[in-house]
């Protein structure tokens, strides 16, 4: 055999991690500012703050915005998701584990990220719109109260706009004809892949990309949470990877891939790490949603 096999080894499964991670990783890193390369263990995202427009008299002299600078900073954190690799094991099994390893690599470090992002989402002071449960037409109410709520902080952009829920509450949604008769909802609304191309299911729903997640805080519980958000609210940074790491996974710079050799265990400890961070760059760009799961989906 050549002693080269190890090189092809390696660059095929590079190739599968950035697969996986792509169509069954981060649901949310596409729907929020991100910034990869970041050299060091902070990064900061510049604010402009808002500009009032006046008159001035004839051949008078214009009153300056004096718009406020401010910044937010985003902390980097560490993480890994490895697994060991046998190699007489591999003999014995009827299935590629190199490929679950990459799987299950990938999947982790996904849901780190969305993990973090759902953090910083939660860090908005704005009052939460609290939905009440009991009916279709509160719950449809609840979350257009929602909706009016970033419509008047100016945060509101079309095309811009994400909604994460509870399963729960998308299941109450569901209910609605609103939400889901293709007379409100075109087909092309039901799935959204140009612009988040991570293989999930969006419904574009009154200006608003929404979907759910399982890991929204509280999910399950009496105090279930739900976001909306301007994609310019949150920001993510990722850590720019050391050379002993591929982090040029076809384009895919924000997670690396590593295999090494242990001849005193006679197995491959396969590796992902990513170095990343979520941070609120604008509290007026995020709605926070409050519902009740443990609540029956009404039947009217």
Aim: hydrophobic share 40%.
């Amino acid at each position: 055999m050549s002693t080269s096999i190890d090189t092809s080894f390696v660059t095929k499964y590079e190739k599968d991690a950035h697969e996986v991670f792509q169509l069954r990783g981060s649901r949310f890193k596409p729907t929020v500012r991100f910034r990869d390369g970041v050299v060091g263990s902070t990064d900061v995202f510049q604010i402009i703050g808002k500009g009032v427009a006046t008159t001035k008299a004839r051949h008078g002299s214009i009153t300056p915005m004096n718009q406020d600078h401010t910044t937010a900073t985003c902390t980097l954190a560490d993480f890994y998701a490895g697994d060991w690799v046998d190699r007489l094991d591999v003999a014995k099994q009827n299935m590629d584990e190199r490929k679950a390893i990459a799987g299950g690599g990938a999947m982790a470090i996904g849901r780190k990220i969305d993990n973090q992002i759902l953090t910083a989402l939660g860090g908005t002071t704005q009052t939460a719109v609290t939905v009440t449960v009991t009916s279709d037409a509160a719950v449809l109410n609840g979350m257009l109260e929602g909706i009016e709520a970033a419509a008047l902080l100016d945060s509101f952009i079309e095309g811009e706009m994400y909604g994460v829920l509870s399963p729960r509450m998308w299941a109450r949604l569901m209910r609605l004809t609103q939400f889901s008769n293709a007379d409100y909802v075109g087909p092309g609304g039901t799935e959204f892949t140009k612009a988040i191309p991570v293989g999930q299911r969006w419904k574009f729903w009154q200006g608003v990309l929404w979907t759910f997640h399982s890991a929204v805080p509280g999910v399950g519980g009496a105090t279930s949470k739900g976001f909306l958000w301007n994609k310019n609210a949150i920001g993510y940074c990722a850590g720019e990877h050391p050379a002993n790491l591929a982090g040029t996974m076809q384009g895919e710079t924000s997670i690396g891939a590593d295999i090494t050799w242990h001849g005193d265990r006679a197995s491959h400890f396969v590796n992902h790490a990513m170095s990343g961070g979520a941070v609120l760059i604008d509290d007026t760009g995020v709605i926070e949603f409050n519902s009740n799961d443990t609540t029956a989906i009404a039947t009217s």
